[in-house]
Structure formats: C-alpha cells, structure tokens
C-alpha cells in the first residue's frame, strides 16, 4: 500500500475553526496531519470542539490566535505556531474578509484593511514560514471572482488579487523546496447572514449548473500538498465559474 505522505506533517490553518478552513483542518487531521488552528474570535467552543474532532483521527492540535488586522497579531504567529508544535510543513492562508464597497464608495481604510487581513497577513506568514521552515508546501485561498471584476467587493478583489500575485511571485522565490500553490473557490457557503437560497439562486450561472462544497476545496488543497512538481498554480474550485464573462462578479444582480 502507497504510504500516506502527508501523515507526520504539521500544518498551520488560518482561520481553521469554522466553515472552509474548519473543513480544510479537518480533511488534513484525517490523512493524519497535526493541525495548529489559528483563531481570531470564534465563538466560545468552537475551535475546542474543532481539536476534539481532530484528536478523533489519532492527529495533535493546538490553538494559536491572532487578529490580522493587527501588525502584532500576524508577524508573530508564525513563531507562535512553532513554539506550540515544534515543527510546521504546510501553511494554508485562508483567514480573510469579505466586506462589500465600490468604486464609488471605498475608501483608503477600508481598502487597506482588507489588503492587511487577505494579502498582507498571509504574504507575511509564508515570508516568515519560508524563513523558519526552509521547507515544505504553502496553499493560498483566492476567490474565483480573480478571473473577472467585482465591482460590488472593490477592497476584497484588490487583495484576492494580490494574494494570487503573491502566490506566483513567492512560488518563484522560495523554490526548490516550498511549493506556493492556490485554490480559488466559487459559490461554496453563503456569506453570513444569507441561507442556501442564495447558492441555489447564484448556481443556474454556474457551467455545472450548481454550487460546491468545502469538500470540493480540500479535494483541491489535499491535491496540491501531495504533489511535488506543482508550484505557482491556482486551481479554480468553482464548478467553471471562472470561465463565464461577468462583470459584477458572481454576487450580481443579473
Ligand atoms: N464561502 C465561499 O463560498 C467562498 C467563495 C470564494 C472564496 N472563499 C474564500 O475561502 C476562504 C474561506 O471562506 P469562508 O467563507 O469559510 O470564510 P469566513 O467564514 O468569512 O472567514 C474565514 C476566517 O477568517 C477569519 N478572520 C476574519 N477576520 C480576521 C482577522 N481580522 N484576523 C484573523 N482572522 C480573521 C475568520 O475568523 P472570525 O470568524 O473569528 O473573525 C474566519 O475564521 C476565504 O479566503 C474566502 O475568501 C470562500
């Protein structure tokens, strides 16, 4: 039987405690991945209950927080996340905003904070991983809206953007041995506050003619960490989403 190769790794999950980035954790635990979750402000419980589930699959966990929104918060985690499991492998950057304005609207503040929290954060963290790791593989979530314009999430398709950049760029800089990939994903879970009607509704523009699960990213993520001659991609998780033309994104009216 082919060994498991990512059983013995560690990885950090930014953002791991709820939705896409709890499924990710949790579909890294089963190949049985040691799992550093960062935390913002979850609710009471809820990455306790995350750890619990991932002591289920035989795997450690610890929880490591930070708020990208401060400087203090995200330069350190790295080293944090180290002291806590004394190794890392992998580095998923999924934490992010999603927070609307427009061209019309944005400002400078809002602009940069989600530059900080999407881009800048995770640019950072796989600086800082690349340092003290010397090794091992990076996995950035985009957004599928990056292969058209969101002209209702300005801030929020400026920093999915440069985070794709980014992924690109530091693929180029940290090779021969960390791989810098990305999974774009399209309609996978409502935005807080909306229900499933929302997919539904947003699917019949979807080439598949339907929405995707957190299961479709982490087949994508899972895919990524155990290859070793991809760097520098981005798989669109999205049904063919990316593939339409649009201009107002997958959010738009029409
Ligand atoms: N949902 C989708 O269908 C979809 C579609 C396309 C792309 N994506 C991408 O997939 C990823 C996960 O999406 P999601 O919908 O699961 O995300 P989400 O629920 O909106 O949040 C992801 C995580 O980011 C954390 N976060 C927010 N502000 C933060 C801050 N200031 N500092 C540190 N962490 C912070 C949140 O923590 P708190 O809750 O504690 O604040 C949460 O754990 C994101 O990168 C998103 O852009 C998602």
Redesign the pocket.
């Known amino acids: 039987m082919a060994q498991n190769m990512l059983e013995g790794k560690t990885a950090l999950v ?10 990710i954790a949790l579909a890294l635990g089963a190949e049985g991945v040691d799992i550093v979750v ?6 009471q419980g ?1 990455c306790e209950k995350l750890c619990a589930e991932l002591e289920g699959f035989g795997v450690k966990s610890w929880i490591v927080p ?5 400087p203090s ?2 330069q350190s985690l790295v080293g944090r996340a180290f002291q806590a499991s004394g190794r890392l492998d992998i580095l998923i ?6 927070s609307p304005d427009t061209i019309t609207d944005a400002d400078f503040d809002g602009v940069v ?1 989600q530059m900080q ?2 881009a800048w ?1 995770p640019f950072v963290l796989s600086r800082e991983f690349a340092r003290r790791a010397g090794k091992g593989k990076i996995v950035n ?5 990056i292969a058209g314009f969101d002209f209702k999430h300005l801030s ?1 398709i400026m920093s ?1 953007n440069a985070l794709y950049l980014l992924t690109r760029m530091t693929a180029v800089e940290f090779a021969p041995h960390i791989t810098v990939n990305s ?10 506050g909306k229900d499933e009607g929302y ?1 539904e509704a947003l699917a019949a523009a979807v080439p598949l003619r339907r ?2 699960t ?1 299961r479709d ?1 982490t087949d994508a993520v899972l895919f990524l960490l155990k290859g070793n001659f991809i760097t520098g991609q981005v798989i669109f998780a ?1 049904g063919g989403r990316h593939l339409m033309e649009y201009r107002n994104g ?1 959010d738009s009216d029409h």
């Open positions: 930014t953002g791991g405690a709820k939705r896409i980035g709890r499924a960062h935390d913002h402000h979850s609710l809820e930070a708020d990208f929104a401060e918060g995200y950057n999924n934490a992010s905003v999603f904070r929290i999407n954060a979530i985009l957004d599928t809206r929020y999915k999974v774009a994903p399209g309609l996978i879970l409502p935005p807080e997919l929405h995707g957190p990213v999205d997958p």
